[in-house]
């Protein structure tokens, strides 16, 4: 197996265990041997990498920006914009909406900040690698940063009317839907009124009503966003442009991750009907993930496969002038 497939496993595994757990499916002992894990399969495969003595590059990033700065200003630029997107962010939250609490949001603009900060701190040979990490919190900052927080303005919707809405329509009305072909009676509920979570399903257990609340986290607006702007990034690093077959394969993700997550709240849900709720809970906190990262992660080893093979081939990281032959 080549190392960045190695890599790739190992990264979808600590994603997967960070996720899970900011969402409150948590499961500490799950969390732990994900992250456990996947750090040893990363790193396992950065020591291969590292063996091979690939060409040093200055990176993805920096190749863009050279076409209207020198390298030497990028290098200066690069921190100074870094600082500039944690200090903007942080006051334009504190003056402006008056908001002191951490969301989502915040620990992404953060980390995108700091990726600027540290672009070249550590060995060149993992300038792919450092490009990616920009990439993907940088789209992970227009998405939920730039996108959601200006459509929330414009709107004028508060952050739990928009959510109570996109659980309703993309994940609890799915759900039903799906448990009413397993032959479960199952009935959605929306509610608006601000007090506890927005939308349930009810569901019998020995002829008792219960009731499970959807999460902010079980939105998929999430885990869409999340994969997105992976994805993005993968391509964009691996291949240097976007046709309409990564477009494609872009749009299979997202359904992938919209059915996945669909498929996921499903079986939590139909396991609570058939041995109660600490089954349920087990379920949502333990396996559910692991349902969730099984779906992602077969589908990107088939969908990278299917772009490898296209007549749109990686570029290479350096071009080497062969000496001609002579007879």
């Given amino acids: 197996m080549r190392s960045e497939w ?8 600590v994603m997967a265990a960070l996720y899970n757990h900011y969402l409150g499916h948590s499961s500490y002992f799950t969390e732990i041997v994900l992250v456990a894990v996947g750090a040893s399969l990363a790193v396992f495969s950065l020591r291969r990498m590292s063996a091979a003595k690939p060409e040093k590059r200055d990176g993805l990033l ?25 200090l903007v962010w942080s006051a334009w939250k504190i003056f402006v909406t008056g908001q002191a609490d951490l969301r989502m949001e915040d620990f992404i603009v953060t980390l995108f900040g700091l990726s600027l900060v540290l672009y070249y701190v550590g060995p ?12 993907y919190l940088m789209f992970l900052t227009i998405v939920f940063a730039v ?10 919707e508060s952050y739990s009317r ?8 993309f994940i609890t009305i799915p759900v039903v839907g799906l448990l009413r072909l397993f032959g479960l009676e199952v009935e959605a509920e929306l509610d608006l009124g601000g007090i506890g979570l927005s939308n349930t399903i009810a ?15 079980c939105s998929g607006l999430y885990s869409a966003g999340l994969f997105f702007s992976a994805f993005l990034a993968f391509v964009i690093v691996r291949y240097h442009r976007i046709n309409w077959r990564t477009l494609t394969a872009l749009g299979l993700g997202l359904a992938v991750t919209w059915f996945a997550n669909i498929f996921r709240m499903a079986i939590t849900i139909w396991v609570g009907s058939m041995y109660g709720h600490p089954a349920l809970a087990f379920v949502h906190s333990t396996i559910g993930i692991l349902i969730f990262v099984a779906f992602i992660t077969v ?12 007549p749109t081939e990686p570029l290479p990281t350096a071009q080497t002038d062969s000496a001609p032959t002579t007879k």
């Fill in 203 to 217: 569901y019998e257990y020995n002829d008792v009503l219960l009731r499970i609340g959807i999460g902010s986290g």
């Fill in 147 to 156: 996108i959601w927080k200006s459509y929330s303005l414009i709107t004028g």
């Fill in 62 to 86: 920096v190749d863009f920006l050279s076409r209207f700065l020198s390298r030497e200003r990028i290098a200066t630029l690069l921190p100074i914009v870094g600082f500039a997107v944690i």
């Fill in 6 to 13: 190695v890599l790739l496993s190992g990264s979808l595994l």
């Fill in 299 to 310: 589908f990107w080893f088939l969908i990278v496969r299917w772009l490898d093979k296209s």
């Fill in 162 to 169: 928009i959510t109570a809405y996109s659980e309703w329509y």
């Fill in 124 to 135: 060149s040979e993992y300038t792919m690698q450092k490009d990616f990490i920009v990439f």
